[in-house]
């Protein structure tokens, strides 16, 4: 099986015909999303068909805070007592419609939770805005946990996303 897609850094892609059906989403990354990167506020990546070039689909990474006294007391119990602990916020994640049913959006979150993983800035976890039911239950499906005020929003701590690349890393220690 090849594998028929790369994941860069939003370029000089096209981005014009890009459409998952959600309107902010496609507005987003049509209109906003390369200022963002040029003004340092997010750096969204792209899915891109090898062959084609067409991009299927893209997310955002930006730097993010979470109050402490927002989390889960279980979880809050075990981390330092800052006022606010470093995130990174996944800011959004789309699919071209036209690409769904092929796990792209798997692959863009894997792509965003290990590149978030390997950044030599702290983070204590991954936080996501849910834009609706579905979008939740798809980051509930990854583990991701509900903020107890805010149940559009969602985390994945550093440690479990540690945890998920650990083969993946020893691998490459080994090579």
């Given amino acids: ?12 892609h096209d981005r ?6 959600v309107e902010p989403l496609d507005r987003y990354f049509r209109q906003q999303a390369k200022q963002d990167a040029r003004k340092y506020v997010a750096a969204p990546f ?4 090898k062959h084609s070039g ?12 979470i109050n402490t ?7 809050a119990k075990k981390l330092p007592k800052y006022p606010l602990l470093p995130a990174t916020l996944l800011g959004r994640l789309a699919v071209d419609r036209n690409y769904r049913g092929k796990k792209l959006g798997e692959m863009l979150l894997m792509d965003a939770l ?20 579905l ?5 509930e499906h990854y583990n991701f946990i509900r903020f107890p005020n805010h149940p559009w929003r969602l985390f994945l ?6 945890e998920l690349f650990k083969d993946r890393e020893e691998t490459a220690t080994q090579e």
């Fill in 135 to 139: 979008a939740r239950s798809f980051y």
């Fill in 16 to 21: 014009a015909a890009f459409c998952c059906g």
């Fill in 1 to 12: 099986m090849t594998f028929d897609y790369l994941i860069e850094p939003l370029l000089k």
């Fill in 54 to 65: 067409i991009v299927a689909g893209y997310y955002t990474l930006s730097a993010t805070s």
């Fill in 114 to 133: 290990y590149r978030s993983l390997q950044n030599e800035i702290a983070s204590t976890s991954v936080v996501v805005e849910a834009k609706d039911d």
């Fill in 157 to 162: 701590p550093m440690t479990v996303i540690a």
């Fill in 69 to 75: 006294g927002e989390l889960p007391i279980e979880i």
């Fill in 46 to 49: 792209v899915l891109v068909e």
